[in-house]
Nanobody, 126 residues
Framework: RLQLIESGGGSVQPGGSLTLSCVAY????????MGWFRQGPGKGREGVAA???????RYADSMKGRFTISKDNAKNTVYLQMNSLKPEDTAMYYC????????????????????WGQGTQVTVSS
């Protein structure tokens, strides 16, 4: 059945790095707009980044420079490399996809996405 399975979360000290992975089952991630969202304690769901079918990456302004989204079409997997992590990056991180791979319109709007993973927790603390 269709699933998005995230992994790679964990606990890290400020300044550290993590790479999240999202494997898509029964969903052609190569053809979809694939995105990462996060939801911190007491906060709403926030768009982080997205990648289109041609591999073009898009980011929320506040995420540029520290986060990198990429994908491996052969593995049907999307990644989020996170560097220089800060305590405010603590959140549940979700992978999501929707069928606008060519343009990824409104890629930061969670309501555009049809398919969601269960999330992987990232905690940044000293």
């Amino acid at each position: 059945r269709l699933q998005l399975i995230e992994s790679g979360g964990g606990s890290v000290q400020p300044g550290g790095s993590l790479t999240l992975s999202c494997v898509a089952y029964q969903l052609p991630a190569a053809d979809y707009c694939m995105g990462w969202f996060r939801q911190g304690p007491g906060k709403g769901r926030e768009g982080v980044a997205a990648i289109d079918s041609d591999g073009r990456a898009r980011y929320a302004d506040s995420m540029k420079g520290r986060f990198t989204i990429s994908k491996d079409n052969a593995k049907n997997t999307v990644y989020l490399q996170m560097n220089s992590l800060k305590p405010e990056d603590t959140a549940m991180y979700y992978c999501a996809g929707f069928d606008d791979g060519r343009y990824c319109r409104r890629y930061l709007q969670h309501y555009e996405y049809s398919y969601w993973g269960q999330g992987t927790q990232v905690t940044v603390s000293s």
